[in-house]
């Protein structure tokens, strides 16, 4: 998240595309303050900055501490990570066009490639929502993956033309394979 894609951190590259398409953005930090490295690159006054105490738990961890910060304030939440710098903007306004013209209900929307690979951001429903913040801490461990538990949730994957919503850049040949098409 905090490497430098055109000399901006990943992170900016992230919330940038969301704030485009969303209100309000949660950013969860664990042990790196993020809230310095955004400053001065976003929208500050619609970014809340939160610090997950159990970020060793691993990403379920992360996701229930963002979401548990938003609960209550939209009916569903876009979710996404701060390390997918090139999600196109129509990614996000599919998902929406898609829930506001089927209705949303309960079900969460995925968005997956043409050869179906799933990736991000995830529409979450505002009861996909509550049952990932049920989930008891004792029984999240670092093993424990966030898409495990939506997918196990009623969700419906929802064809994009973006090819960017799974490449996110966790290893340094995920880096360097970025640069070499980012232009």
Partial sequence: MLLQLH?????????????INCPSVIVVQGPIDLEPILSGHVEMERVRVITNPRFRDGQLGSLQAGLAARRGEAAAVF????????????????LAGEAED???????LIPVTADGTPGHPVLL???AVTAVCSVSASAVTPQTRAHQIIRSLPHRFVPVADRHISVDIDTPSDFERLKSTSG
Avoid at 79 to 94: A, F, I, K, W
């Fill in 7 to 19: 000399g901006t951190a990943l992170i900016v590259w992230a919330v940038r595309t969301a704030l």
């Fill in 102 to 108: 089927a209705g949303l209900g309960g079900t969460s």
């Fill in 79 to 94: 979710v996404t990570l701060g390390d997918l710098p090139q999600v196109e903007h129509s990614t996000y306004r599919r």
């Fill in 125 to 127: 429903s505002a009861a």
